[in-house]
């Protein structure tokens, strides 16, 4: 399998990474990014594109990969609705639609989060635009999209959040992760159950296309 992945710098980024890389089944990784990633490895190549909407530039360098893994994500915080819908849903569906052209038989797993409101017309301005762009990444002739939507993620194996307040966040809660994760199934998950389950996903499909923590854990 040749996977192209989103957002390999990010935390849920670093997870996924790490289990495609483990995975002897996955044969080519590509990430696509505004940063470098550090990563290297036999099997990992890395595009580094400053301007992401401009995706469409690297033309043939987009086909023959049958899954993409988008772990990209903003923060909506002090952002107006315009501004988060142009860095949510207008780039997220520039790069889908670059890739369902090149990549018909593609597998796409898109990571919102818990909260995310499919109707569209939810009091919080965050939750509507992520539900306008996994409506819109379902409406896609993709092989297959699913929405990976996880709450609390505990990260492991060296993983790091860019941002200042979540490791703040893990640094307290970090010796009490095991316990709320055998407590709260359904709310907490991890960055390598994330990843391997997005392989799973990508190669066998799930019973659903939207899942929650508590599939995410399952699978």
């Not at 017309?121 to 990444?137: F, I, P």
Request: charged share 20%.
């Amino acid at each position: 399998m040749k996977v192209m992945l989103f957002g390999a710098s990010g935390m849920v980024g670093q997870g996924v990474l790490r289990e495609c890389l483990l995975d002897d089944g996955v044969e080519k990784i590509l990430s696509i990014g505004r940063s470098a990633s550090g990563c290297t490895h036999a099997k990992f190549a890395e595009i580094v594109l400053a301007d992401l909407s401009r995706i469409e530039d690297l033309d043939s360098a987009l086909a023959g990969y049958d899954a993409c893994f988008d772990t990209l994500g903003a923060s909506a915080a002090g952002m107006s609705e315009a501004d988060y819908a142009r860095q949510t849903y207008e780039l997220t569906l520039t790069m889908a639609r670059a890739l369902v052209t090149r990549n018909p038989g593609m597998t796409f797993i898109y990571v919102s989060g818990a909260g995310t409101d499919s109707s569209e017309r939810g009091r919080v301005m965050w939750a509507r635009v992520k539900g306008r762009t996994e409506n819109a990444l379902l409406a896609l002739p993709f092989k297959a999209a699913f929405m990976f939507r996880p709450a609390v993620i505990q990260p492991l194996h060296g993983v790091r959040s860019k941002t200042a307040s979540y490791r703040v966040f893990y640094a307290v809660l970090g010796p009490l992760m095991p316990l709320l994760r055998r407590a709260f199934p359904q709310y907490v998950t991890t960055t390598e159950q994330i990843g391997r389950a997005m392989l799973r996903v990508a190669r066998q499909g799930a019973p659903k296309r939207v899942l929650e923590t508590s599939d995410i854990n399952a699978l």
